[in-house]
C-alpha cells in the first residue's frame, strides 16, 4: 500500500490518498497545537505513539463489537485507514469532572460522576467547536437520528470497553473524545484516540499523563507519553 497525493493536513496528521478509492493512509505528525491552534509546539514521538496506541485500541474495540475505519498499520506512524466522511461532530464523554466541565460548573477536577456524560461539539475550528445538542445536530443536517442513536450506543459501548482496559493498566480513564464517519451507509468508529483526545489519570497518583500536560505548560509532556505506551505493552 503506497501514498500517492496528501488529500489534507491537520494539526496532527497528514491523509493521502492510495490506489485504492475507498482506503486512505494516515500519517502521525508530533506536532501539538491547543486552545483551537493558539498554542503550538511539538511532542517529540507522538506521532508514533499515538499511531501505535490508536491501532492497539482500535482492534480491541473491533473485537467487542464497534466498527472502526481500522485496516492495517503500516510502520511506526502510518496506518492504512478506509475512507470515511467525517460525521462533523465531537462526541465527548465524561467520568469524571475536569476541563470546561469543571470550569463551566464551578466544581474541582476529578470528581467522580453517578454516571458518564455524553455531550456533542460541533466541529468547526472558525467557532472553536461550539457545544451542541442532538436537536441541533438534527436541524442543521449534521446526521440524521440513525446516525446518532449509532453514534450514541457505540460511543458508551467505547467507553466500558476503555474504561475497563486503561483500569487494568493503573490509569483512570477521565474523559475522551471521539469522531466517527459514514462508510457505505454505516456509522464506524475514525480519527484517533490517544493522549491527545483522552484524559488519562494514573490511579494512585492522580498524575496527569495525557495533552493536559502541554496544554497547562507543566512539563514533562514526552514522558507521560512514554508512560501511557509503556503500559500498553504493544511489542
Ligand atoms: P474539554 O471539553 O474538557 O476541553 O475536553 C474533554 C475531552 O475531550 C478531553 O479529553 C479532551 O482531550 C478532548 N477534546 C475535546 N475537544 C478536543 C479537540 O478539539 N481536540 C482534541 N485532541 N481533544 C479534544
Known sequence: MEKKELLYEGKAKKVYTTEDPDVLIVDYKDDATAFNGLKKGTIVGKGAINNRMTNHIFKKLEAEGVPTHFIEELSDRETAVKKVEIVPLEVIVR????????????MEEGIKFACPTL??????????DPFINSYYALALNL??????????KYTFKVNEVMREY??????????????????????????????????LW???????????????DMGNVEDAYEEVFRRLGIQ
Request: glycine share 8%.
Open 166 to 199: 486503561f483500569d487494568s493498566l493503573g490509569i483512570e480513564l477521565i474523559d475522551f473524545k471521539i469522531e466517527f464517519g459514514r462508510y457505505h451507509g454505516q456509522i464506524i468508529l475514525a480519527d484517533e484516540v490517544s493522549p491527545d483526545t483522552c484524559r
Open 95 to 106: 467520568n469524571f469532572s475536569a476541563g470546561s466541565f469543571a470550569k463551566k460548573m464551578g
Open 119 to 128: 455531550e456533542f461539539s460541533y466541529k468547526n475550528d472558525d467557532l472553536g
Open 143 to 152: 446526521a440524521t437520528q440513525e446516525e446518532i442513536d449509532a453514534i450514541t
Open 202 to 216: 494514573d490511579k494512585e497518583t492522580h498524575e496527569k499523563l495525557d495533552k493536559d500536560r502541554f496544554r497547562r
